[in-house]
């Protein structure tokens, strides 16, 4: 009874008994944050290899990996917010077709089992028979494994290799579309939500993954860099850049788009979501995603378009513009999917979401799954270092 009296006092106006909670929490705020990051790097990483951009070479296989490491905990989050975790398999087991969610698990899978998975393999596939012949002891072995018994080193097989991992790429891109455009599509499905409820969504959603992964792939070659002691590659940091810059823009266009066709719209929702975007949601939403996280990084990296200051300053102001970027597409999940709970379907008023310290839905488990991916792709970077592959010549 003090718990109803307690949220009753953070109740504004008038709004459903079961509208006191929101049934989605902080959890499923990292759910589409992400998945949207493994469908941007994985994006980045395209761009090499499919498009030519050499210049983004030293970025293509730090890019993969990312993609698999944050795509093996992506869906973590979300099993974890299930009331029974242990019973999620079935979304394989027993298939429903007319399930949004249950669709989304097979997207899933195949992009981790076929897209990312086969690429990285294939682009490896030589490296590790190589590295199979040359280590030691537990790593000899582990290596030997990863070969998958296909040891054969001929220019023709190695030609073979490049060629499936170029398909697999080709393919992996609308794949990547999909995956994230899929979770936009859950939510923008939802027609009981007018927050929610646009067409605009899944492209929004699939922009903002690309500017978010770019970022991070960003934020993690220079990083990685430091770590190693190893001097950054400026024209490929410019080319980062370049791309985060345009994407960026295209990002802030569709959403920009999205709030004049509802302002213009002005459905009966209108007042309500006018409450919502400048009371609730006004600091998450102009500050964090707004000003910081998009006009600030927009005015940066157009400024280095026109004029470039020395590499010893731009280092640093792309770092901090990479932070702000993820910042600022963080807070966009947060404002689509917590703000687009606050208020009630009688359009009469508002909740207030409260965020615990601990627990399945609290800030110390958020931030475990936020740095999982992280120890993942550490683990990642040194079974597969991408600076140690071998060149074709040593084959030869």
């Avoid at 974890?80 to 949004?100: D, N, V």
């Avoid at 929610?196 to 860099?225: C, D, E, K, N, Q």
């Avoid at 190893?230 to 999205?258: A, R």
């Avoid at 709970?341 to 359009?347: A, D, G, I, P, T």
């Amino acid at each position: 009874m003090e718990h109803l009296y307690e949220m009753l006092n953070h109740v504004d106006g008038y709004i459903y008994p079961n509208e006191l909670d929101l049934q989605w929490g902080i959890l499923i705020v990292l759910y589409p944050y992400l998945t949207g990051l493994v469908a941007g790097a994985f994006i980045l990483a395209s761009l090499e290899r499919v498009f030519k951009v050499k210049v983004l070479r030293p970025t293509y296989q730090l890019a993969l990996l990312t993609a698999l490491a944050f795509l093996i905990v992506a869906i973590l989050p979300l099993v974890t917010h299930l009331g029974k975790p242990f019973r999620a398999y079935e979304i394989m087991t027993t298939p429903q077709g007319h399930s949004a969610m249950a669709i989304f698990g097979f997207v899933y899978l195949w992009y981790l089992m076929v897209v990312i998975l086969l690429e990285i393999w294939f682009d490896y596939r030589r490296d590790f028979v190589l590295w199979s012949q040359e280590k030691k002891g537990f790593l000899r072995r582990i290596y030997k494994i990863l070969t998958l018994s296909v040891t054969d080193l001929s220019p023709k097989t190695v030609a073979w290799d490049e060629k499936l991992g170029y398909f697999i790429t080709v393919v992996g891109i609308p794949s990547a579309f999909l995956l994230h455009g899929y979770v936009g599509f859950i939510f923008g499905s939802i027609k009981a939500n007018p927050w929610w409820s646009t067409v605009l969504m899944p492209v929004i959603f699939i922009f903002s993954a690309m500017v978010s992964g770019i970022a991070l792939v960003l934020f993690l070659y220079m990083a990685v860099s430091w770590f190693r002691k190893v001097k950054i590659d400026m024209p490929c940091l410019d080319e980062v850049g370049k791309y985060l810059f345009y994407v960026l823009i295209l990002d802030f266009t569709l959403e920009s788009l999205d709030q004049v066709h509802r302002i213009y719209e002005a459905e009966e929702s209108f007042e309500i979501l006018h409450m919502l975007v400048n009371g609730k949601l006004n600091i998450t939403l102009f500050i964090f995603q707004g000003l910081m996280g998009t006009i600030i990084p927009i005015i940066i990296l157009g400024i280095f378009r026109i004029y470039k200051p020395k590499a010893s300053i731009r280092k640093p102001i792309y770092l901090i513009t990479s932070m702000l970027v993820m910042m600022g597409i963080f807070f966009m999940r947060w404002n689509v999917v917590i703000g687009g709970q606050l208020f009630s379907k009688s359009f009469l008023g508002f909740t207030t979401f409260k965020l615990d310290l601990i627990g399945a839905e609290g800030v110390l488990m958020t931030i475990f799954w936020m740095t999982l991916p992280f120890g993942i792709l550490a683990i990642l970077l040194w079974l597969l270092p991408p600076w140690k592959k071998h060149s074709e010549e040593t084959i030869s």
